[in-house]
């Protein structure tokens, strides 16, 4: 697997408290990963790590096999939660600056500028300050800032928060559209349900430490409970749930008021479904066959629970 | 190198650009100028108003004493009933009344003397009216003793003692005080830029934190690079600014003092200050002691002055900015800032006084010398010993470097501590820290 940025053992603490305990992690290049836990994991610190504002007490992170330094600050676009831009600063003036601080050329930073406000629609705000835009107007320019100065490693540290709807939805589509054009990026968030739909990969941090990291599809399919929820219709709803729960082992069950529907959710063996859809299949109607995929935040449960039992 | 570049350029521009600053660049030498018009021209009117106060002369022993002089006049009245007399001063709308009645001798008479008026008199008013009859005891006392009134005047006569050094050059009474005057306005200008600028420095950080730009910055350049192209662009827009008030407010200065007439000697008559009357009037050439102070004012090595200046306000205003700095790092919002800016001022005040006080009488005294080693207060104290000369009779050579090695190393300590403060601080919101936090950060 190609990876873009690795982080290797790395640990962060402010005085008495620790921030980040030998964090290891591995980002596939042209991926989406979550790093996800909730607030005061970590993950804001290992983030500032990556954009050298911090760097680690021990460990050390590497950007295409090099270990991080200052010239790699191109390299990268980050769009901190706590973000802002100057408030009584011109929009062009402002993205240019911040355009050269990354590095760029005046002049490139001025044509993808004209390429960007023409994109999201904001071609005539180059001469108005930000505190005249509203506070959407304003989102797209600090999102135009991120990502100006094409970096291949994308980071968004709470990217959602503060979005309002149509900007989220629009930005979405523009980060979709960066990582088909090769960007790799990285999303934080404690709100593990806004961004699960788009990660391949993900990260949990809890209290400093990773607990678990991989593909997202792996992690589903290793937790995953092999629980399935089953809605069904029958002439005898009542005959049929005992018939089952004499065959499977039934966790819960409802019976509809017109008292032909049923729903039932069934706690199955070894994955093996296939007995049960014939049991169904010859006692009633189908209406929905469903296996439960545990959601990320699900995961996170079950993953501290276990590490806590295997702490004793 | 280049970013350091962009900052410094994009703080001059936010500053210079800034309404505010704006406003203030063109208004304050017009309201400076316009404050000493009015001084001038309130001074001018004082003069103009008399007291007059009648007297009421009934002995033998007072003829022309009291002498006519620009702010008071005397009336004399004659052969008048003390009652008589009291109502026309009253009537006529004079100060007061002075009642010198008849007596056996002159003893008598100062005993029984009284100064009538509506409300109680003006001290200084009182003290020339007691002074006046003083003189006359005195004069009349010596009479008796057999000394004449000649011989008294002779007797009566001022003395200065010369002053030289041992190499024979002739000084001037009062000339350290005169160059530590000029010493103390660059001090002063130095203290003055410090706590303006300083102040700004400070806001502008504030504003990075509320605006919450500032993660956005530093994940580009290093937060030391923010910091240091903060307080450059800040002071060069201070260097600006001070440089249109000067420019401005001299050529205004002249404007005014042109189109209402007034002589700006006016205001040197009623400042005490050696440093205004001596060159004002010292070309004249008249008078020998004058021409000698000019002579001084022109033998101040300007040069080393303006040299030492640069270096003292370079690494002084570094020094205090970068502490600026790292409080506004430190808090959330400019109200917090208190209970940290008073320390800042603090030495600067004390440096001042001590400056005014102290090195004014005696600018190579022991605390004259440990004021202006001490890294925060040696740029203002060093400086208002400066214009006496270095090495012999002077700032000896040994206290100058000192000086400055002692400023250049609080310089990287101090700048070192606040970058850290600073790096620390700037990610830090919604808590109001304690020195002690502050300490903590250090070690982060």
Same mark, same amino acid.
């Given at each position: 697997?190609?990876?873009? +940025? !690795?982080?290797?053992?790395?640990? @962060?603490?402010?005085?008495?408290? /620790?921030? *980040?305990?030998?964090?290891? =992690?591995? $980002?596939?290049?042209?991926?989406?990963?979550?790093?996800?836990?909730?607030?005061?994991?970590?993950?804001?610190?290992?983030?500032?790590?990556?954009?050298?504002?911090?760097?680690?007490?021990?460990?050390?992170?590497?950007?295409?096999?090099?270990?991080?330094?200052?010239?790699?600050?191109?390299?990268?676009?980050?769009?901190?939660?706590?973000?802002?831009?100057?408030?009584?600063?011109?929009?062009?003036?402002?993205?240019?600056?911040?355009?050269?601080?990354?590095?760029?050329?005046?002049?490139?930073?001025?044509?993808?500028?004209?390429?960007?406000?023409?994109?999201?629609?904001?071609?005539?705000?180059?001469?108005?300050?930000?505190?005249? +835009? !509203?506070?959407?107007?304003?989102? @797209?320019?600090?999102?135009?800032? /991120?990502? *100006?100065?094409?970096?291949? =490693?994308? $980071?968004?540290?709470?990217?959602?928060?503060?979005?309002?709807?149509?900007?989220?939805?629009?930005?979405?589509?523009?980060?979709?559209?960066?990582?088909?054009?090769?960007?790799?990026?990285?999303?934080?968030?404690?709100?593990?349900?806004?961004?699960?739909?788009?990660?391949?990969?993900?990260?949990?941090?809890?209290?400093?430490?990773?607990?678990?990291?991989?593909?997202?599809?792996?992690?589903?399919?290793?937790?995953?409970?092999?629980?399935?929820?089953?809605?069904?219709?029958?002439?005898?709803?009542?005959?049929?749930?005992?018939?089952?729960?004499?065959?499977?082992?039934?966790?819960?069950?409802?019976?509809?008021?017109?008292?032909?529907?049923?729903?039932?959710?069934?706690?199955?063996?070894?994955?093996?479904?296939?007995? *049960?859809?014939?049991?169904?299949?010859?006692?009633?109607?189908?209406?929905?066959?469903?296996?439960?995929?545990?959601?990320?935040?699900?995961?996170?449960?079950?993953?501290?629970?276990?590490?806590?039992?295997?702490?004793? | 190198?280049?970013?350091?570049?962009?900052?410094?350029?994009?703080?001059?521009?936010?500053?210079?650009?800034?309404?505010?600053?704006?406003?203030?660049?063109?208004?304050?030498?017009?309201?400076?100028?316009?404050?000493?018009?009015?001084?001038?021209?309130?001074?001018?009117?004082?003069?103009?108003?008399?007291?007059?106060?009648?007297?009421?002369?009934?002995?033998?022993?007072?003829?022309?004493?009291?002498?006519?002089?620009?702010?008071?006049?005397?009336?004399?009245?004659?052969?008048?009933?003390?009652?008589?007399?009291?109502?026309?001063?009253?009537?006529?709308?004079?100060?007061?009344?002075?009642?010198?009645?008849?007596?056996?001798?002159?003893?008598?008479?100062?005993?029984?003397?009284?100064?009538?008026?509506?409300?109680?008199?003006?001290?200084?008013?009182?003290?020339?009216?007691?002074?006046?009859?003083?003189?006359?005891?005195?004069?009349?006392?010596?009479?008796?003793?057999?000394?004449?009134?000649?011989?008294?005047?002779?007797?009566?006569?001022?003395?200065?003692?010369?002053?030289?050094?041992?190499?024979?050059?002739?000084?001037?009474?009062?000339?350290?005080?005169?160059?530590?005057?000029?010493?103390?306005?660059?001090?002063?200008?130095?203290?003055?830029?410090?706590?303006?600028?300083?102040?700004?420095?400070?806001?502008?950080?504030?504003?990075?934190?509320?605006?919450?730009?500032?993660?956005?910055?530093?994940?580009?350049?290093?937060?030391?690079?923010?910091?240091?192209?903060?307080?450059?662009?800040?002071?060069?827009?201070?260097?600006?600014?001070?440089?249109?008030?000067?420019?401005?407010?001299?050529?205004?200065?002249?404007?005014?003092?042109?189109?209402?007439?007034?002589?700006?000697?006016?205001?040197?008559?009623?400042?005490?200050?050696?440093?205004?009357?001596?060159?004002?009037?010292?070309?004249?050439?008249?008078?020998?002691?004058?021409?000698?102070?000019?002579?001084?004012?022109?033998?101040?090595?300007?040069?080393?002055?303006?040299?030492?200046?640069?270096?003292?306000?370079?690494?002084?205003?570094?020094?205090?900015?970068?502490?600026?700095?790292?409080?506004?790092?430190?808090?959330?919002?400019?109200?917090?800032?208190?209970?940290?800016?008073?320390?800042?001022?603090?030495?600067?005040?004390?440096?001042?006084?001590?400056?005014?006080?102290?090195?004014?009488?005696?600018?190579?005294?022991?605390?004259?010398?440990?004021?202006?080693?001490?890294?925060?207060?040696?740029?203002?104290?060093?400086?208002?010993?400066?214009?006496?000369?270095?090495?012999?009779?002077?700032?000896?050579?040994?206290?100058?470097?000192?000086?400055?090695?002692?400023?250049?190393?609080?310089?990287?300590?101090?700048?070192?501590?606040?970058?850290?403060?600073?790096?620390?601080?700037?990610?830090?919101?919604?808590?109001?820290?304690?020195?002690?936090?502050?300490?903590?950060?250090?070690?982060?």
């Amino acid at each position: 697997m190609d990876i873009i +940025l !690795s982080a290797e053992k790395v640990s @962060k603490s402010f005085g008495d408290h /620790t921030a *980040l305990k030998n964090v290891t =992690l591995e $980002i596939p290049r042209n991926s989406i990963y979550g790093l996800l836990g909730p607030n005061g994991a970590g993950k804001t610190t290992l983030i500032r790590i990556i954009n050298q504002i911090t760097y680690p007490d021990k460990g050390q992170v590497f950007l295409n096999g090099e270990p991080l330094q200052a010239e790699h600050i191109r390299h990268i676009g980050y769009l901190p939660e706590e973000r802002g831009l100057y408030k009584s600063m011109k929009v062009g003036e402002q993205a240019l600056y911040l355009a050269q601080l990354k590095g760029m050329t005046k002049a490139d930073a001025k044509k993808k500028l004209k390429y960007w406000f023409e994109r999201l629609e904001i071609g005539d705000w180059w001469n108005k300050k930000i505190q005249e +835009l !509203s506070k959407g107007m304003a989102q @797209k320019i600090q999102f135009i800032v /991120t990502v *100006l100065h094409e970096p291949k =490693l994308l $980071i968004f540290d709470e990217p959602f928060s503060g979005f309002d709807p149509i900007n989220a939805n629009i930005i979405k589509d523009e980060i979709l559209r960066l990582r088909e054009n090769g960007t790799t990026i990285i999303f934080s968030t404690h709100r593990m349900e806004s961004v699960e739909e788009l990660c391949e990969y993900i990260a949990l941090i809890h209290k400093s430490e990773k607990i678990l990291d991989g593909k997202l599809s792996a992690i589903k399919k290793a937790y995953k409970k092999n629980i399935f929820e089953v809605v069904v219709e029958s002439s005898d709803p009542k005959g049929l749930l005992a018939h089952a729960t004499d065959k499977f082992h039934i966790l819960s069950s409802n019976m509809a008021d017109d008292g032909r529907e049923l729903g039932f959710s069934v706690q199955l063996g070894n994955g093996d479904s296939k007995e *049960l859809f014939q049991f169904l299949g010859t006692h009633a109607n189908v209406h929905s066959f469903v296996e439960t995929i545990p959601s990320a935040n699900d995961i996170f449960i079950s993953a501290i629970n276990s590490k806590g039992q295997l702490h004793g | 190198m280049d970013k350091l570049f962009l900052i410094i350029k994009r703080e001059y521009l936010a500053k210079v650009r800034n309404k505010s600053f704006v406003v203030m660049t063109f208004l304050s030498p017009i309201l400076m100028v316009g404050m000493i018009v009015l001084i001038a021209y309130l001074t001018k009117l004082n003069d103009s108003e008399k007291r007059v106060i009648g007297i009421l002369n009934e002995s033998d022993y007072f003829s022309n004493e009291f002498v006519t002089t620009e702010s008071t006049s005397y009336v004399n009245f004659k052969d008048i009933s003390l009652e008589e007399a009291k109502d026309s001063t009253m009537h006529l709308g004079y100060y007061g009344l002075l009642y010198l009645p008849n007596g056996e001798n002159l003893e008598e008479v100062a005993q029984r003397a009284f100064f009538y008026s509506e409300e109680a008199p003006s001290s200084s008013t009182l003290e020339r009216v007691e002074g006046s009859i003083k003189s006359r005891l005195r004069q009349e006392r010596l009479r008796l003793l057999g000394i004449s009134a000649a011989e008294y005047a002779e007797m009566d006569s001022d003395y200065e003692i010369k002053i030289s050094t041992y190499q024979g050059l002739q000084n001037m009474k009062g000339i350290n005080e005169l160059k530590a005057f000029i010493g103390g306005g660059f001090g002063y200008l130095i203290m003055m830029f410090i706590i303006i600028y300083g102040g700004f420095v400070m806001r502008s950080v504030i504003e990075e934190k509320t605006s919450r730009i500032i993660e956005v910055i530093i994940s580009s350049v290093k937060p030391f690079q923010l910091m240091l192209g903060k307080i450059i662009g800040t002071s060069l827009a201070g260097i600006t600014q001070f440089g249109i008030w000067i420019v401005s407010g001299t050529l205004l200065l002249f404007v005014a003092f042109f189109i209402f007439n007034i002589d700006p000697a006016v205001l040197s008559q009623s400042g005490s200050s050696p440093m205004v009357a001596g060159p004002a009037s010292g070309m004249s050439g008249l008078d020998p002691s004058l021409q000698l102070y000019a002579q001084e004012i022109l033998d101040i090595p300007w040069g080393m002055l303006v040299s030492f200046f640069l270096v003292y306000f370079i690494l002084g205003y570094l020094i205090y900015s970068s502490i600026y700095a790292a409080i506004g790092a430190a808090v959330d919002n400019e109200t917090d800032t208190q209970q940290f800016i008073f320390p800042i001022i603090l030495p600067l005040m004390l440096a001042i006084y001590v400056g005014f006080f102290s090195v004014f009488s005696n600018p190579h005294g022991p605390i004259a010398v440990g004021f202006s080693l001490f890294p925060l207060t040696s740029p203002i104290v060093m400086l208002m010993r400066l214009p006496g000369g270095i090495g012999e009779g002077g700032v000896p050579i040994w206290q100058l470097a000192l000086s400055i090695v002692i400023l250049i190393i609080t310089f990287i300590g101090i700048v070192w501590l606040a970058s850290k403060i600073y790096r620390v601080g700037i990610l830090m919101y919604g808590k109001k820290p304690s020195y002690k936090e502050l300490f903590k950060w250090l070690k982060y």
